[in-house]
């Protein structure tokens, strides 16, 4: 692991962003509430404040960081029969929480394949990326503003 022990505790926000597309009939189950294994939303809110929560014990080297604010959002997209999560993690740390959100992101869209795979396997994940940060030594990250080349 990387020495953070003399970085200065700054507050730090991570938001990532991913989606998954299906067909239109899983999409209209999802909404309507009637997938078999139940609330497929629901449980995959959950499922990506818990991947944020447990990125040290998936992602090898990365520090265990206390958390003070994880939140996943949906976003339908019935024309394109894709939904799209965006997962913000926060804290007040030594070390940034960009792979947090990512793994919030990664969690919650695995889980809602899980919970559909049984109607449509041919789900696809697709666009997993971070969209800004803020805090510590390297400041603002905003992928609309990135280089380049």
Known sequence: ???????????????ATGEIRMRSTTLE????????????LGVAR?????GAKR????????????????????????EASKIHLSVTAETHGRTGVEMEALSGV????????????????????TGIHLVEKSGGKSGYFNWSRRSRS
């Open 29 to 40: 189950l999802i909404i309507a509430g009637k997938a078999k294994k139940g609330d497929v």
């Open 46 to 50: 959950i499922a990506a404040i818990q």
């Open 1 to 15: 692991m990387v020495d953070v022990s003399e970085k200065a505790e700054t507050h730090r926000i991570a938001v």
């Open 55 to 78: 990125t040290c014990d998936l992602i090898p080297l990365a520090h265990p960081i206390a958390l003070t604010r994880v939140a996943a959002e949906f976003d339908i997209d019935r």
């Open 106 to 125: 990664a969690t919650g869209l695995l889980t809602i394949y899980d919970m559909c795979k049984a109607v449509d396997r041919a789900m696809l994940i």
